[in-house]
């Protein structure tokens, strides 16, 4: 599989070095080395440039602020890998909150022995990915451990984001007869995952659906504003989790038509044979949306205008037919309660 | 050793399970039982609460921003855990950059097997400094890695703070005739960490210094302003290392007083039983700062006022005589110059 899906915009320097080593996390000339010609270089702006313990910026007003570390196996898979994941992951819980991701700081856990170029390479997805939606990495953060003792390479990417004016997002706007949205295919991400772990074929590769949704999400908020009344992307635990927690507690429920729901073939084929449903393996470029019924034609257009999101679908309502549960009915008319997982379905997949 | 410095403001609830799981990363159900009993119950707040991907502050203004992982091993030493020297490290950086820390997040990557209590342990420091501290730990994230993947718990902390206004640090701020002063005893974590490594001995037990250092370093900012010239808290690479990436590149140069050095007898006696130079040992609850002639003994005084830094002591000059070098002068009046360190000293410190 290619290792980087964007055209390398700088070509990778000569480190002097093939791999990581403890020194190059000791704070000293090995880690400035590998800085300075790796994350200074890619990253370059006012702040990061300063090299300091923290960025200074200005910032005014209702901010969104975003954790997420990355583990997952293998951290080059296909459609991906682990920066990709980790910087798109976290500019998507910001924009999920309503935010538009300004700013990203990058903390590296390095088992000794990693590649340079595995690194360089996910440093450029993050670099590219960041350009490309006009973030920057501002701070960042090198630690290495000794073999065995971590896996490869943990990422975290932490963010800020400049909160969206004019809407009320959460659980408690939700009401019955709003529609449920999804903006693309489930399961694509997990069963991406999955196939290069179990060594499944298929007539065609099954990638990663690693994407940034932010600019979609931002857009039905700018344009439906308060009819928006919720929004998450379904990683870890795919949707069920996301409608799940989203429902228990309150008076509604969620009533999802199977017939409706977008899945790719090859990851239907995949859910099948490994006995996994759809609903509970997880996304990385898909959000879940919770609309007024009188805005949703017009969101689901919006949505599909845009390439990334042309699968997008209208997936089940809010009712108040079953309290704090979410039913899923088969075209032949039954029905499932669809409940929160317990446990691991699919270890490190994010 | 004792676990917890702090009181332990809560007891332990009954987790109903002994060791992390890799289900306790799945965010289902076992993720969330894991977090409404601790996470959540011990850092309640208004934007954590909500358990949303992100969460939404208020903020105004020139703003830091930093990032930090923690990888020591052990995760429990003498003085201090992983989650201290997490939380009081993000913290310290905010405050190096002239900012007062508000909010933090939290990112958890553990190993399967560790302990609930020693989790509980973490988290229960983390919480009690961040109360003592009024610091509110607002969002986080949860990973599990397989056993012999992780090395029992890595922990990032990120942070956002409010900058404090009239003030000019950095190493461009530097003048000749400007002194150094350090707020206490140098490479006592190190050698903390090191003498549980290497099970040496000594008469008394060699604690980490970890602490947050910031209400020190903000009272001096308050009190002098722009005659603060430099701050920067020596952590991996120890002083020499802060003192060369300060000095490297301009026409001054450091020159320090090495009977002005302070260093604990434990930690000097550690340093010399396995051949290490306490300049290069890393300090977790220490900083250095640069300051303007004129104001050194108010400084100095004003340090010596808190408890945490009685030890603080003037232990050198900014001179033009060696451009770009840091030069110690020995009581016999010799010199040698203290350069860069080149790669790992001591693995995993922090």
């Not at 899945?263 to 239907?268: F, I, R, S, T």
């Amino acid at each position: 599989m290619t290792k980087n899906k964007f055209i390398a915009s700088c070509p990778m320097p000569d480190f002097g070095f093939d791999t990581i080593t403890l020194g190059h996390g000791s704070g000293g000339q090995l880690t400035n080395k590998l800085l300075e010609q790796s994350v200074f270089k890619l990253f370059s702006n006012e702040a990061i440039d300063k090299q300091d313990d923290g960025a200074v910026l200005d910032i005014h007003g209702k901010t969104a602020f975003s954790t997420d570390s990355f583990v997952v196996s293998p951290i080059f898979f296909p459609g991906g890998n682990i920066g990709e994941l980790a910087i798109n992951g976290t500019m998507n819980d910001l924009a999920m909150c309503g935010a538009v991701p300004k700013y990203i700081s990058l903390g590296l856990i390095i088992e000794e022995g990693l590649h340079v170029s595995d690194l360089w390479a996910v440093l450029e997805s993050i670099s590219a990915i960041a350009e490309t939606y006009g973030v920057q990495v501002v701070t960042g953060d090198t630690k290495v451990v000794e073999r065995g003792k971590g896996d490869k390479l943990f990422v975290n990417t932490s963010g800020i984001g400049v909160m969206k004016e004019g809407i009320a997002m959460g659980k408690e706007q939700i009401r019955a007869g709003d529609r449920v949205l999804v903006s693309g295919p489930l399961a694509t991400h997990g069963m991406a995952i999955m196939s290069v772990r179990k060594g499944l074929e298929f007539e065609t590769t099954l990638e990663s659906d690693t994407q940034y949704i932010g600019d979609v999400s931002g857009a039905l908020l700018d344009e439906f504003g308060q009819k928006i009344h919720f929004m998450r992307d379904p990683t870890r635990g795919g949707a069920a989790t996301v409608l799940n927690e989203m429902i228990g507690g309150t008076g509604f429920s969620v009533e999802l038509e199977d017939n409706s729901i977008p899945v790719l073939p090859q990851a239907a084929s995949a859910c099948e044979l490994l006995g996994l449903d759809p609903l509970y393996v997880a996304n990385e470029g898909v959000f879940i949306t919770v609309v007024d019924k009188e805005v949703v034609e017009n969101a689901l257009n919006l949505m599909k205008s845009f390439d990334k999101c042309a699968k997008a679908a209208d997936i089940g309502i809010i009712s108040e037919t079953y309290p704090g549960k979410v039913i899923v009915r088969s075209g032949l008319g039954g029905k499932r309660v669809v409940s929160m997982p317990v446990g691991e379905q699919l270890p490190r997949i994010c």
